[in-house]
């Protein structure tokens, strides 16, 4: 018999939650995810969304990994691209049934992302020997930047509220960031794990120089982030200003013909009276 203390931490069987409850955890995950790219604001959850993901994923086999993270995609796909249908509908011209048709086919490419995200986890921690507290932001970083997707997008680029997780970023791009998020989420997700549920872990897995080096690399980050924003906001105090103005009209886009506003042309349409309004107010650039 083997000894229990010694076999992999992903050869055990998930044997706390059901099926169903891995399916809410894994939706629960995407629509976190999705928050942070629906609205800057809410950026943090961001760094807490891959822990349900985590948790659903943890000692499951590799056809319901690759599932589970095809759940999690489709509802970060759904909730974060729901604009699709009318695009299409107003782009194409399209009726509401082949709009919806359409999205879900976009749907369903988009959530493979995150179904190879949790495929590869799982595969990788069953054939390597790297802990995976390296392993999860290694796998995010390299499929974030390798999956073709029609509109490109990385979780540091949920970040633009978080001012100070952004300037390191000028020495990494925002692969930096993406792995210091995916870090905080096994990290945490770790930390739940050993605080409330009792799990046997393999010798490799139990090593602590992974956690000393996610600390020390999120301190790092952290830390320059800190004194470069304090720096930039001394520096921009004695800069000189420029007062800018934006025009950006609120049309829906439509393929009929445009007409024109009440008491406007199109050789005078409402942005210029706009820009004229902008210039009174000595703006120095208006765009």
């Not at 604009?83 to 011209?93: A, Q, R, T, Y």
């Not at 999956?147 to 925002?174: D, Y």
């Not at 445009?258 to 107010?281: D, Q």
Request: some cysteine; charged content about 15%.
């Amino acid at each position: 018999m083997k000894n229990e203390s010694k076999t992999p931490l992903n050869k055990f069987p998930n044997k706390l939650l059901s099926i169903w409850q891995q399916s809410l955890l894994a939706i629960l995950s995407g629509i976190m995810l999705s928050l942070s790219f629906l609205d800057a604001k809410y950026y943090i959850f961001a760094w807490i969304a891959y822990i349900p993901f985590l948790m659903a994923l943890n000692g499951v086999g590799l056809l319901r990994s690759y599932c589970l993270g095809f759940i999690s995609g489709f509802a970060l796909s759904v909730s974060t691209s729901y604009w699709v249908v009318d695009f299409l509908m107003l782009s194409k011209g399209y009726g509401v049934g082949l709009s919806v048709l359409w999205s879900l086919i976009f749907w369903f490419y988009c959530a493979q992302l995150n179904a190879l995200i949790g495929l590869s986890f799982n595969w990788l921690k069953l054939r390597s020997r790297v802990h995976e507290i390296i392993l999860f932001p290694v796998v995010i970083v390299t499929l974030y930047s390798v999956f073709p997707l029609l509109f490109p997008v990385r979780l540091g680029e949920s970040q633009s509220q978080f001012l100070s997780a952004m300037q390191a970023i000028e020495f990494t791009g925002v692969h930096g960031l993406d792995a210091i998020i995916a870090l905080s989420n096994i990290m945490l997700f770790r930390v739940i794990i050993r605080l409330f549920i009792s799990q046997s872990i393999s010798q490799a897995q139990n090593a602590i120089w992974p956690w000393v080096l996610g600390i020390v690399a999120i301190v790092i980050w952290f830390t320059y982030g800190v004194f470069a924003l304090q720096s930039w906001e001394l520096k921009i105090e004695d800069s000189k200003t420029i007062r800018l103005g934006i025009v950006q009209a609120n049309e829906a886009p439509s393929l009929e013909k445009f007409k024109p506003y009440f008491g406007y042309s199109r050789a005078y349409p409402p942005e210029m009276a706009m820009t004229e309004r902008l210039s009174a107010a000595r703006a120095d650039i208006v765009i």
